[in-house]
């Protein structure tokens, strides 16, 4: 069955970086457009970045423009986020979503989730 799991979340001071990582099994990955979510507590779960089959188009929402960066290795069946300058605003459980359209934005739309990894922004 297909598996996205996701690592790298933690505690981390304001103006510090993480790297989220979701490996991907039971799908051919390269046929997957790729995204993270995120959800804080209280609120819906949102659309943070997306990146397209391999790795050519991607797109963010505003608030992590210039700070977030989505990767992709598709020898490695994995998706990268790179999260740096990060406010405590950012802190909620990220989701990595899997759909054979590009762009992944829409919750709804989603195939296949990840289980979540918790990012906390705290001093």
């Known amino acids: 069955q297909v598996q996205l799991v996701e690592s790298g979340g933690g505690l981390v001071q304001p103006g510090g970086s993480l790297r989220l990582a979701c490996a991907a099994s039971?799908?051919?990955?390269?046929?997957?457009?790729m995204g993270w979510f995120r959800q804080a507590p209280g609120k819906e779960r949102e659309f943070v970045a997306t990146?397209?089959?391999?790795?050519?188009?991607?797109d963010y929402t505003d608030s992590v423009k210039g700070r977030f960066t989505i990767s992709r290795d598709n020898a490695k069946n994995t998706v990268y986020l790179q999260m740096n300058s990060l406010k405590p605003e950012d802190t909620a459980v990220y989701y990595c979503?899997?759909?054979?359209?590009?762009?992944?934005?829409?919750?709804?739309?989603?195939?296949?989730w990840g289980q979540g990894t918790q990012v906390t922004v705290s001093s």
């Open positions: 990146v397209s089959y391999r790795g050519r188009r991607t």
């Open positions: 039971g799908l051919t990955f390269s046929n997957y457009a």
């Open positions: 979503a899997a759909r054979t359209s590009y762009p992944v934005q829409v919750t709804s739309l989603i195939a296949y």
